[in-house]
């Protein structure tokens, strides 16, 4: 960096789940070698855990749990250099309209940087368009980066925001085949909370793993889970493989287990990975693990699995049964960003130079998101008030204001009932809101 900016630099990281906050953090990690962490979670759905938050174990200097108007006052008056978001598109553009708002005249401001936290194989120009305004907007990959600047010279956006880099919490230890002589062959099906999204189809994938593992004796058959039940992270999960397999007639085989833990850990001792589009994927291909995306569900958008078209990663339960494994192809391994050694390293230095020019600028220019009140007046004016803020971005007087010091025993209790009011809306949406869905389906 410059020597004319100071180090550490202070960043905070907005993140609205689990995920999200491990890919925000790590970025940080990439790309601001020296720095000092605020980390905030947004209020909501899927606002993570604390046993979430120590099987993600990305550590920040303070962390706090806020809501939009909490956290636009607050990044409003402290001094940062770089606010990284890391939220859902629709969370990160009423951000950036809340932060244009509250920097407003300021000739000095931070740094807003935004991405993905894996691959997007959905809803690419809208959760693009979202994001547009940040001044850096990450593609984790040279495939996402050529995508994301068409999309904007598409639709007459400026481009140059897209910075190409690679997905920040890729790494460990190279598979190697003979690291698995002196124990049981270890498969593993990394889950997805949303994919499938019926019960039909997820017992059918349960089922196969666990014959996979009766066929197999000599095999370990490990199913990933992504976290408890009642527990929400990026996406919805409403039908926990922890219900269907403790319903399985005959229960399950002594060689086939659920586990939890970071993935990087289950990795290390993974000779195969199996699923059905999860971003572990990536992590696997990654390490160079025999790795099957599955078609035994169809290859279809809503699945997630075209991604991988060409990876040559697609395979069904029956051909692993029978002793496939999966050759990836080298050129879609390089498209994606998944090459090993001194190249993966290299691939954040773009976006820390990118980071270091623009926090060293004696002034930047104001945000400017591409929807506006003038551009989009029916599509933004709604996002706007579902985050608590009013058509020009600021917050809506019935928000809730930021607590800024003092307050004595009125501010406690008042604390205290919101702390509360927290819990009781969390357990509606994470734990009474599926039930009744579920029966409505009945």
């Known amino acids: 960096m410059p020597e004319s900016i100071s180090s550490p630099l202070r960043v905070a990281v907005l993140a609205d789940s689990d995920t999200r906050w491990k890919w925000g953090a790590l970025t940080v990690r990439r790309i601001v070698p020296e720095h000092r962490l605020d980390g905030y979670l947004l209020r909501g759905r899927a606002t993570p855990t604390a046993r979430q938050l120590d099987e993600v174990g990305v550590r920040a200097d303070s962390l706090r749990e806020v809501t939009t108007g909490e956290v636009l006052q607050l990044l409003g008056r402290d001094a940062y250099q770089v606010v990284v978001l890391a939220c859902v598109g629709g969370a990160i553009q009423a951000m950036l309209h809340g932060l244009a708002r509250a920097w407003e005249g300021r000739r000095s401001r931070p740094v807003v940087v935004t991405g993905y936290v894996g691959v997007v194989y959905e809803k690419l120009t809208d959760g693009l368009l979202l994001r547009h305004g940040a001044d850096v907007v990450l593609a984790n990959s040279p495939f996402d980066a050529e995508r994301f600047r068409g999309v904007y010279r598409g639709v007459g956006a400026d481009s140059g925001s897209v910075v190409e880099t690679a997905l920040p919490f890729l790494g460990g230890t190279p598979h190697t085949p003979e690291a698995a002589d002196d124990r049981p062959r270890t498969v593993v099906f990394a889950v997805q909370p949303s994919v499938p999204n019926n019960r039909t189809d997820r017992g059918y994938l349960l089922g196969r793993a666990i014959?996979?593992?009766?066929?197999?004796?000599?095999?370990?058959?490990?199913?990933?889970?992504?976290?408890?039940?009642?527990?929400?992270?990026?996406?919805?999960?409403?039908?926990?493989?922890?219900?269907?397999?403790?319903?399985?007639?005959?229960?399950?085989?002594?060689?086939?287990?659920?586990?939890?833990?970071?993935?990087?850990?289950?990795?290390?001792?993974?000779?195969?990975?199996?699923?059905?589009?999860?971003?572990?994927?990536?992590?696997?291909?990654?390490?160079?693990?025999?790795?099957?995306?599955?078609?035994?569900?169809?290859?279809?958008?809503?699945?997630?699995?075209?991604?991988?078209?060409?990876?040559?990663?697609?395979?069904?339960?029956?051909?692993?049964?029978?002793?496939?494994?999966?050759?990836?192809?080298?050129?879609?391994?390089?498209?994606?960003?998944?090459?090993?050694?001194?190249?993966?390293?290299?691939?954040?230095?773009?976006?820390?130079?990118?980071?270091?020019?623009?926090?060293?600028?004696?002034?930047?220019?104001?945000?400017?998101?591409?929807?506006?009140?003038?551009?989009?007046?029916?599509?933004?004016?709604?996002?706007?008030?579902?985050?608590?803020?009013?058509?020009?971005?600021?917050?809506?007087?019935?928000?809730?204001?930021?607590?800024?010091?003092?307050?004595?025993?009125?501010?406690?209790?008042?604390?205290?009932?919101?702390?509360?009011?927290?819990?009781?809306?969390?357990?509606?949406?994470?734990?009474?809101?599926?039930?009744?869905?579920?029966?409505?389906?009945?």
């Open 211 to 442: 014959e996979h593992a009766r066929r197999h004796p000599e095999r370990q058959v490990l199913v990933k889970l992504r976290s408890l039940p009642g527990e929400q992270t990026t996406h919805v999960e409403e039908l926990p493989y922890q219900r269907l397999a403790a319903r399985w007639p005959g229960g399950l085989p002594e060689n086939c287990r659920l586990v939890y833990g970071h993935m990087g850990e289950v990795l290390d001792r993974t000779d195969l990975l199996v699923t059905v589009s999860s971003t572990a994927a990536l992590e696997a291909l990654h390490r160079r693990i025999p790795t099957a995306v599955l078609t035994d569900l169809g290859v279809r958008e809503s699945l997630g699995n075209h991604y991988f078209i060409g990876s040559g990663c697609l395979a069904s339960w029956d051909q692993l049964d029978a002793g496939h494994r999966p050759e990836p192809d080298p050129g879609w391994l390089d498209r994606q960003g998944l090459t090993t050694g001194g190249r993966y390293e290299n691939a954040f230095r773009a976006a820390r130079d990118r980071v270091a020019e623009l926090v060293g600028a004696t002034e930047l220019p104001p945000i400017t998101p591409y929807y506006t009140p003038r551009t989009a007046p029916a599509y933004l004016s709604g996002l706007l008030a579902r985050h608590g803020l009013a058509p020009d971005g600021s917050p809506q007087p019935t928000a809730e204001p930021a607590a800024v010091g003092g307050g004595g025993m009125r501010e406690a209790v008042r604390g205290a009932v919101r702390g509360v009011a927290r819990s009781a809306y969390r357990h509606g949406v994470q734990r009474v809101a599926p039930v009744i869905r579920r029966m409505g389906e009945l």
